[in-house]
């Protein structure tokens, strides 16, 4: 937007030199390329773009110049269109429909794609202009020479209108699409009018499949007419054309959805009809390994499955027992990619099956399980790696692809033939493969399994906390000595599998951990076969994350380990053991301790800390020779912290906190380190970190190191304005903000805090755009104090300096930033909204009037600046936050809001706008009658995509 102001500044380009810059495109030199793409991007945003762009269009310069120029003009009027006045618009369309004309016959592909692309765009905005499609067959349709240019109109038209970046409301999308729909009965005429012509070049067919395609995706009353005309023969005869095979499955698959609506339903014969011929073709391709028609056919047959699936269960006959052959036919396929288009089926058929309450009332039950068993033996051999397979697989590679693509199918699915089945073929498998490959295999899928099995308490039985033995308990029980037995001396990409099994960081795939943390006699195998494993370089990662899981979910067992753990972290460098490594273990040592008694409690912290201790204290009088070191130990400190969650049953039997004594040893050196390395941000930052998680972890029993923290913070962020300072003080208003003998002092650090902060922002025309964390951190405190003393906050002078800042900040592009913003503005008038801040109920009065007296002061800057928002200056997709900051003030006064919106200096912006009266109606609408927060909340996002 900068450069286009620049260029808009300054006097029009020439159209020579236009031309000269476009010319450089094809240049060999990148110095030159570069120099020429930079400029034609300043040029594309500039209002000159228009007249010059259709000015080289119409003198047809050259090809190369024409394409950008083609290219810049339908990307003004993507983007752009709005900025162009009413009266210019038929003199655009008349232009772009001769340039059309023109380059019909030029032979020049590129061009006319967006000559048309740029039509299709003008047409969905241009509200004069009705039937589009209709206005092109008439002036061209009689013209062999136009056959080209009026087909790839027609493709493209449909797929404009549901194009994002078009700025129109919904209400203008469905005015479209009923134009289209009237006319879809003259384009499906033309197409097979096209078809039948001698002339037409290859191409021409390509573009039918594809307009086809499009069109039947598009739906309308037209589309009955593929059906019955030679174009249905025609979209089959292409299937085994290696140049538009792909085409005309799109338009086959596309027919055969719009066949499965009710009202076109009586159409899938005709095409179950037509499909089943081709099974021998299909079978032919999977006897010979021909991927590339053998894929087409298979999504052939696919699609109709997927249209019958749901009679496959309530309503079954020969057509659909057939279908489901003709699907496990197709996993017969060699190819493992070829095989996947089929689990768009086996997930559809999965949806309708989990809807069934008993199963046995399945008329083709054996059939659809032994389906899914045979897909199920084809997930496991395309899971096998090749034979000369060594090292790691990448799971971004193909056989990664293949293999994981695999695992959620049978995760999704695995409740036809139910878990325990499936988890002991696997376990078979695993024991008796011949090769390590097909071992690993059988593990790998299990993990889509596991989550499935193990032991579950019985209704009848949960108050005498009697185990319930499935069948899956005696698989994971055999399968645990497999995965605990592997040897160093094994494939590595095994035991990486049987390592996350016990332990993963994948959130889809489920380990063993759970089942683990259940089973305490199995934990000291599962550990030790871990501790073994992390001293393998290429599979320490891997283990350290699963000694954090199994530290999680086994912490109430896991104590008599701590000593391994803390081994493991003393040993990290000889372990070749990188800094994320030790984060996760410490996470998971962390867990344990917190479920230790109070003493052991606290002798196991102090064991841990001990570790890095020293090293703190070391480098506190010494500078370390990398800071990097002093960061890591900071942050791994921190963490620790954040994850050793005392509940009050583990507290001490005096009632004290059991890491109330290391901790405060811990903040006190934290505090001195700090002070040490005022101007090393990142170590500010992790010196802030760990007093953070100290002050959440014990709580009220730091109010000894209360004191101390708050003049430490007020003296370093005064010398750093470092941002960490204010989430530690956010976390002290959280910890002692309720405590009535502590809130002065807080208050007044929060004071300190805020008018430094304030000045900082206010420093230089960019300060917030350069500071977006401050803003965030100072905001998410101020959130905090407003809900822990609200009376104290609002009486303050404080709220009046926030807002200042708040109106600034309201169109700032940087999402999180301005969401916090948002967030602390809408608390802070919701609060003077009577019945929504339950928690200020005794002074609701009180707030009520201070809140209201902010906004009569404030409220017209700040109503003025959400205008702005939502016409131009945020992104469309941050518009309900602003929009949301407006529902409250006109909670409170909405006649005041209305005027202030319709008086805002954005407001101007509404009428200089290519906008529809209808549009400001409706929105005009929203702001004075609207009643529903979410109506509200919505009518101001369409309108601002007329402005994005």
């Not at 407006?886 to 209305?898: D, G, K, P, Q, S």
Request: proline fraction near 4%; hydrophobic fraction near 40%; charged fraction near 20%.
């Amino acid at each position: 937007q900068n450069s286009a102001d620049k260029m808009a500044s300054q006097d029009a380009p020439s159209l020579e030199q236009v031309c000269s810059m476009m010319g450089l495109m094809e240049s060999h030199d990148p110095e030159q390329v570069e120099l020429a793409q930079t400029w034609i991007n300043e040029f594309k945003g500039s209002v000159w773009a228009w007249s010059l762009t259709d000015t080289i269009l119409a003198n047809q310069v050259s090809i190369p110049i024409c394409t950008i120029a083609a290219q810049i003009i339908r990307h003004k009027i993507e983007d752009s269109f709005r900025e162009l006045p009413e009266s210019s618009l038929n003199p655009l369309r008349d232009s772009l429909l001769q340039h059309l004309d023109n380059y019909a016959t030029a032979g020049v592909a590129v061009i006319l794609r967006q000559l048309c692309l740029a039509l299709a765009d003008l047409a969905v905005y241009m509200e004069a202009w009705n039937h589009p499609c209709q206005t092109i067959l008439d002036r061209f349709g009689a013209s062999e020479k136009h056959m080209l240019a009026i087909l790839e109109f027609i493709r493209v038209m449909p797929e404009e209108i549901g194009n994002r970046r078009l700025k129109v409301t919904p209400k203008r999308q469905e005015h479209v699409d009923r134009e289209l729909m009237e006319t879809s009965q003259q384009v499906y005429t033309y197409l097979a009018h096209a078809l039948g012509q001698p002339s037409l070049p290859q191409e021409g067919h390509v573009t039918i499949l594809k307009a086809l395609a499009s069109w039947l995706k598009f739906g309308g009353q037209g589309a009955e007419l593929f059906f019955t005309t030679p174009l249905f023969d025609f979209a089959f005869s292409q299937l085994t054309e290696l140049e538009t095979q792909e085409d005309a499955a799109d338009v086959l698959a596309a027919a055969i959805a719009y066949a499965s609506e009710p009202s076109t339903v009586h159409h899938l014969s005709k095409l179950v009809g037509t499909i089943s011929g081709w099974q021998s073709h299909l079978e032919t391709c999977i006897k010979e390994d021909d991927s590339d028609t053998g894929r087409v056919l298979v999504r052939l047959f696919t699609d109709l499955a997927v249209a019958y699936a749901e009679d496959m269960i309530y309503q079954p006959n020969d057509l659909t027992v057939g279908l489901l052959q003709s699907m496990t036919v197709c996993l017969g396929h060699p190819d493992a990619d070829v095989v996947a288009v089929t689990y768009h089926f086996w997930y559809r058929l999965g949806d309708f099956l989990n809807e069934v309450q008993d199963f046995a009332t399945l008329p083709l039950l054996n059939q659809i399980q032994g389906a899914y068993g045979q897909l199920y033996e084809r997930l496991y051999t395309a899971t096998i790696l090749p034979s000369d397979f060594q090292g790691i697989l990448d799971v971004n590679s193909t056989d990664g692809d293949i293999r994981y693509n695999a695992a959620e199918l049978l995760i999704e699915t695995s409740f036809v033939l139910t878990a325990p089945a499936i988890g002991r073929q696997l376990l078979t498998l695993a024991t008796s493969g011949d090769s390590w490959q097909s071992k690993e295999a059988a593990l790998f899928l299990f993990r889509a399994v596991v989550g499935k099995l193990g032991y579950r308490y019985s209704k009848q039985e949960a108050n005498l906390n009697t185990p319930f033995i499935q069948e899956g308990e005696t698989i994971v029980q055999d399968l645990l000595p497999i995965l605990t037995s592997v040897t160093a001396e094994t494939a590595i990409q095994l035991r990486r599998t049987c390592i996350h099994l016990l332990g993963s960081a994948s959130t889809y795939y489920r380990d063993l951990s759970d089942w683990l943390g259940k089973h305490p006699d199995y934990i000291p195998s599962a550990f030790h076969f871990l501790c073994q494993m992390i001293r393998c370089p290429e599979l320490n990662s891997a283990s350290a994350i699963a000694v954090m899981h199994l530290a999680s979910k086994g912490r109430a067992h896991c104590g008599p380990h701590l000593p391994d753990i803390i081994e493991i972290v003393k040993a990290q460098e000889a372990l070749g053991l990188v800094h994320s490594d030790v984060l996760d273990i410490i996470k998971g040592a962390g867990r344990v301790v917190a479920a230790l008694p109070g003493d052991e409690c606290e002798q196991a912290a102090r064991q841990l800390l001990g570790v890095y201790m020293p090293q703190l204290q070391q480098m506190t009088g010494q500078r370390p020779p990398s800071l990097q070191d002093l960061e890591n130990v900071l942050e791994i400190t921190a963490q620790f912290f954040r994850h050793t969650n005392v509940t009050q049953r583990n507290y001490k039997e005096d009632g004290s906190h059991p890491l109330a004594g290391v901790g405060l040893e811990m903040c006190q050196t934290v505090l001195n380190v700090i002070q040490h390395y005022t101007t090393e941000s990142t170590v500010v930052e992790r010196c802030n970190q760990t007093i953070q998680w100290c002050v959440r972890c014990l709580g009220a029993d730091c109010i000894e190191l209360a004191a101390n923290i708050l003049a430490v913070l007020t003296s370093v962020y005064e010398a750093t304005k470092d941002p960490s300072c204010l989430y530690v003080a956010t976390a002290m208003v959280g910890v002692f903000g309720m405590q009535p003998s502590f809130q002065e002092p807080l208050f007044n650090l929060v004071g300190s805090l805020s008018r430094s902060t304030f000045t900082l922002l206010a420093s230089s025309p960019d300060a917030l755009r350069q500071n977006p964390d401050t803003v965030s951190d100072i905001f998410r405190l101020l959130r905090k104090v407003l809900a822990a003393m609200p009376l104290r906050y609002l009486s303050s002078e404080l709220p009046a300096i926030s807002l200042d800042c708040a109106v600034h900040c309201v169109t700032l592009q940087e999402r999180g930033t301005n969401e916090e913003v948002a967030t602390y503005l809408i608390q802070l008038f919701r609060a003077a909204h009577s019945g929504i801040s339950d928690e200020f109920a005794l002074h609701q009065d009180t707030i009520a009037t201070h809140v209201t007296a902010l906004m009569e002061n404030k409220g017209e800057a700040l109503v003025h600046e959400i205008m702005a928002a939502i016409t131009g200056a945020l992104p469309t997709y941050m518009l309900p936050d602003s929009a949301e900051i407006l529902w409250y003030l006109m909670a409170i006064n909405r006649e005041a809001v209305v005027h202030w919106a319709f008086s805002a200096p954005a407001a101007a912006n509404i009428n200089e706008r290519n906008i529809s009266d209808e549009d400001k109606q409706d929105f005009a609408r929203s702001l004075t009658e609207c009643s529903h927060r979410q109506g509200f909340l919505d009518a101001c996002r369409h309108f601002g995509r007329l402005f994005a």
